[in-house]
């Protein structure tokens, strides 16, 4: 089976290893993987921020890089979900693409949601040892169903444990240029996961967005916690944190 | 109401730093969220229930003249009188002359959020009469000088020893901050009102087309007495308050209270048919309703349309992690939250809301709570996409956008702009790997939290290192 991977932007950027991890994951599970090396971003921070033609122009993209492959694997609800959730809304003035845009909202999946429910993996290649909790990244719930996978996932890890915070689904703030066109709140709410995270005692505050990633980690960092480590949760199960070396 | 929705961002940041706002909303969200989470668990189809109340709205939207003139026909009937406004002023004036007419002194008036967008207390008083709210949280509102900052708790941004100094205050009484008692002093001081008024203003949470009757929600009791005691009755709604049968509003009413206030019902439902009938033992001797269409034909033909369908219970407000930490005041106008940002710019005009339908980080807890599912963070996103067709953005933003979205449809260029950052964010990461400050609007960010820095190079040079090895 042919998957491609999108890596996502914010990946491709900031942490490649979430890329090389899903990567590792897929192709321990016997997919054959193709990276599209012209891929950049899906078009989100377009649409969001009411720039349609923009976000049109990344989406038609999006659609020719991928249309050799039988699945389409992204390491992020968020950018999953834009394809999935959004693409038709967004692609809607143009009737040509209708059938391309289903066909490849069919073939779309975040990476956890593939690995449990096509690829129904049963070894995980990782390794933790120590308590994480885990973060509901708002797209990848709401608009992905992710929330039993990534646990399903984490808990063939012996030697780990999930320790639930009181509000995993609370949004952490983020919201894409939200961050910065509101940075004051998007900071306040950050600090109130960061406190939720903190109270479950974990190692580890394990999530599968990028952008609640880099929020959160920055918000705990400026706390002044060192030590709760923010993590992918590919990273985790292809076991390609720090500590796994 | 003055629209003052210009100043989100200033106010937003004031209400940050209130500690006393901070502890008013933490109760709420304790009390509202987890009230309704529980009450809902009595439904075994939330989601059946509320595509099938989305769809009773929808129907209503759908047939609005048909329905609103058998509302009329139908309330004419049992003796009411219906009054049509065009806008809040023809509304204001409407009741105003119905008050003069019958030498109306003394209003006592339950909750409208109507009544709040047309500034109805106001006009009346500078008329020469005198209002008296008498739903509790409106009543502490209207004793500040304050405006509400929630659809159904409009006082929520109080604490109780804010409502505690307020009535030592104002009522020259002992000061006591149990709630209990100072419910109890509030009754006392209203009591009298409730005897001595000549008209009741009320809203209505919903016109019942085949009765031609005006309902609405409440649990203090004051409702009933507003439309019940005075000898002249007004009741006001927006056009899209209609619903075709009483079967109708028993359906969404197991919603609309589970969503507001998570009980299952509230402890008044109070429909009113008609003026007092001979043999009745009490009502008013006239009753109008004014409906009212104030900017809600132009949604309705809007692509924001979905956000008539909204039953008001506050669900989306509550939820909302924006709300949450600011309240209601800084959206600037009646209707605050998820639903204000998409209403507020759709009454009051977008150029005058500007932050409102961007200060949302999109995460869509409102739209799952929602009883009647107004998307509406699509909403809000119609209403961004229109701000930047009319170039409201601001000129940094704009180009900014145009400049990544120039970049990230050429890989050539995007690529080689992304291995510049990516070792340029590394470096400013230095050994820790975090940025303390950013330049520009990254500033933003780094003013409350740092950024965890690149790792140097590229997934994709990484990746395509790696192929080329490997041949």
Redesign the interface.
């Known amino acids: 089976m042919r998957v491609g991977l999108f ?1 996502t ?1 914010l ?7 979430i ?2 991890a899903a ?1 590792k994951l897929l192709e321990g599970a016997g997919c054959e993987v193709v ?1 599209p ?5 899906c ?1 989100q ?10 976000a049109q ?2 989406a038609r ?1 999006v659609l020719t890089e991928f249309k050799d492959c039988d699945y389409v694997v992204v390491p992020s609800g968020s950018c999953s979900g834009m394809v999935k959730a959004h693409y038709p ?1 967004l692609l809607n003035e143009f009737p040509e693409l209708r059938a391309d845009v289903e066909w490849l909202i069919a073939r779309t999946w975040e990476l956890t949601d593939f690995l449990v429910s096509v690829l129904k993996l049963e070894n995980v290649p990782g390794g933790f040892t120590g308590t994480v909790t885990y973060h509901d990244s ?2 990848g719930l ?2 992905m169903g992710v929330k039993d996978q990534p646990r399903a996932l984490l808990s063939k890890l012996s030697g780990l444990t999930v320790r639930e915070m009181a509000m995993p ?3 952490c ?4 240029t ?15 996961k960061c406190a939720d995270i903190q109270s479950t005692g974990a190692d580890a505050v394990v999530l599968g967005d990028l952008g609640c ?3 959160i ?3 705990l ?2 706390r002044g916690d060192r030590t709760t480590k ?1 993590l992918h949760v590919a990273e985790v199960l292809a076991g390609m944190t720090d500590e796994a070396g | 109401m003055q629209i003052r929705s210009a100043e989100f961002k200033t106010r937003a940041t004031e209400k940050l730093g209130s500690a006393t706002l901070f502890r008013a909303l933490s109760n709420l969200r304790g009390r509202l969220v987890a009230g309704r989470a529980t009450v809902m668990r009595e439904l075994d189809n939330f989601e059946d229930i509320r595509e099938a109340a989305k769809r009773v709205r929808d129907d209503a939207l759908e047939n609005l003249d048909f329905l609103l003139e058998e509302f009329e026909r139908n309330a004419t009937a049992n003796g009411a009188k219906v009054h049509w406004a065009e806008n809040s002023q023809e509304m204001n004036q409407l009741v105003l002359d119905i008050a003069r007419k019958a030498n109306v002194r003394k209003v006592i008036k339950s909750k409208s959020m109507l009544g709040e967008e047309s500034g109805l207390n106001h006009f009346l008083e500078q008329g020469g009469i005198e209002v008296r709210e008498t739903d509790l949280g409106e009543y502490i509102i209207q004793e500040s000088g304050d405006v509400p900052s929630h659809l159904i708790a409009p006082a929520t941004h109080r604490t109780k020893e804010e409502v505690a100094d307020l009535f030592h205050e104002k009522h020259k009484r002992p000061r006591k901050t149990d709630i209990t008692e100072l419910t109890w002093e509030a009754r006392e001081i209203l009591r009298p009102y409730f005897l001595t008024a000549d008209m009741g203003i009320s809203g209505a949470n919903f016109l019942v087309a085949e009765t031609g009757t005006s309902m609405i929600v409440t649990n203090e009791g004051n409702g009933r007495m507003t439309t019940t005691l005075p000898r002249v009755h007004v009741a006001i709604a927006g056009i899209e308050k209609v619903l075709p049968t009483l079967e109708d509003v028993s359906f969404i009413l197991r919603l609309l209270t589970r969503s507001a206030t998570g009980q299952s019902i509230s402890n008044y439902l109070t429909f009113t048919t008609g003026p007092k009938r001979p043999d009745d033992a009490e009502g008013p001797e006239e009753f109008h309703i004014i409906i009212v269409d104030s900017g809600r034909t132009k949604v309705l033909g809007s692509e924001l349309r979905e956000a008539l369908r909204c039953i008001r219970c506050g669900a989306c407000m509550n939820h909302c992690p924006v709300y949450q930490n600011i309240g209601g005041h800084p959206y600037g106008w009646v209707y605050p939250g998820p639903i204000g940002s998409v209403l507020t710019p759709a009454y009051v005009g977008l150029e005058n809301a500007i932050d409102l339908p961007n200060a949302a980080t999109m995460c869509n807890q409102c739209g799952v709570v929602c009883p009647v599912k107004i998307p509406l963070p699509d909403l809000m996103r119609k209403l961004r996409e229109r701000q930047v067709e009319q170039n409201l953005r601001p000129w940094a933003e704009r180009v900014g956008l145009r400049l990544w979205a120039w970049a990230a449809a050429r890989p050539g260029v995007y690529s080689r702009g992304a291995k510049l950052a990516a070792r340029l964010g590394r470096w400013m990461g230095g050994r820790e790997g975090l940025i303390h400050s950013l330049p520009g609007a990254g500033a933003a960010w780094t003013r409350e939290r740092d950024m965890p820095a690149p790792s140097g190079k590229t997934f994709l040079e990484m990746y395509a290192a790696r192929g080329t090895r490997r041949t």
Do not use: W
């Open positions: 890596v932007c990946v491709d950027l900031v942490r490649p290893r890329g090389f990567l990276v090396l012209t891929q950049t971003c078009g921070p377009g649409y969001n921020s009411g720039d349609r033609h923009a122009a990344l993209k809304e708002c797209s709401r608009e689904e609370q949004c703030g983020f919201g894409g939200f961050a910065v066109k509101y940075g004051d709140i998007s900071a306040r709410i950050a600090d109130q990633m880099l929020n980690e920055g918000r960092r400026r923010v």
